[in-house]
């Protein structure tokens, strides 16, 4: 359910439309207690998870390929490789950076979680004032689950899903590591992005895994009960305008 501090009932839904609208029913119907502060926060919870979902179908259908870090890469004219991760290169605005992986996919290749990762600095982009984006996300190192201190995911237990949410479909009899499980997004409808297999119902991404198994396997893959969420408390207090 909705509690927004001062209000006796959430804002009426006849203000959202479309993802909107979905994310505000799902908000509304949970078992969950979802606590806003302000009608700022919770219209902000609201546009951002529109905004990671609006991301992830981006992605989806960008020309970005699926690799390891061995075979990985990131434009070299924007990132660095270094051990951990790729490393933005000096006078490079973070936010060209995160633009430049979707509107140049063929010079990148990276594996499920930096996806995400990339995903949530899109949507975080798409949210706040790009000043602040600038500011906030200075010199960024991106691999696997390296991300800057202010993009602040929170990751708890639980199964009920929100649009925006990010979840994990663990495969335990792997064949290969990059395979041992696949991060997505929760897009609504049963539907989930991760990059790799795709969008994908619960049950077809849970089948696709179960092809990337080790000989002989007899554990099916499935999807754990955690959700990942960026903390709207905090990411709101940057906005770029005003939501209601």
């Excluded at 979902?53 to 434009?75: D, R, W």
């Excluded at 933005?88 to 979680?113: K, M, R, T």
């Excluded at 099916?220 to 903390?231: D, G």
Aim: charged share 20%; proline share 3%; net charge neutral.
């Amino acid at each position: 359910m909705i509690y927004l501090q001062g209000y006796s009932q959430a804002p009426l839904n006849s203000k959202f439309q479309g993802t909107q609208k979905e994310i505000y029913f799902s908000l509304e119907n949970s078992s969950e207690v979802h606590h806003y502060d302000t009608i700022q926060e919770f219209f902000f919870d609201i546009q951002l998870r529109e905004n990671i979902i609006n991301a992830a179908k981006e992605l989806s259908k960008s020309t970005v390929k699926f690799a390891p870090f061995q075979t990985s890469k990131f434009n070299p004219k924007i990132w660095t490789k270094i051990k951990y991760g790729y490393l933005l290169n000096p006078l490079i605005q973070p936010s060209d950076a995160i633009n430049d992986v979707f509107e140049n996919g063929n010079e990148y290749a990276f594996e499920c979680s930096t996806a995400i990762i990339i995903i949530y600095y899109k949507a975080v982009l798409q949210s706040i004032s790009l000043s602040y984006f600038n500011t906030l996300f200075q010199r960024l190192l991106v691999w696997d689950w390296n991300y800057d201190r202010d993009l602040s995911i929170i990751t708890e237990k639980g199964s009920n899903f929100i649009p925006g949410d990010v979840v994990y479909f663990y495969n335990p009899d792997f064949n290969h590591p990059v395979w041992m499980g696949e991060n997505a997004v929760f897009l609504g409808n049963d539907l989930f992005f991760g990059h790799g297999i795709g969008i994908k119902t619960k049950e077809d991404m849970i089948k696709a895994l179960n092809t990337l198994r080790k000989e002989k396997a007899n554990t099916s893959a499935y999807l754990i009960s955690q959700h990942s969420r960026l903390n709207y408390k905090y990411l709101s207090q940057f906005a770029k305008s005003s939501y209601y």
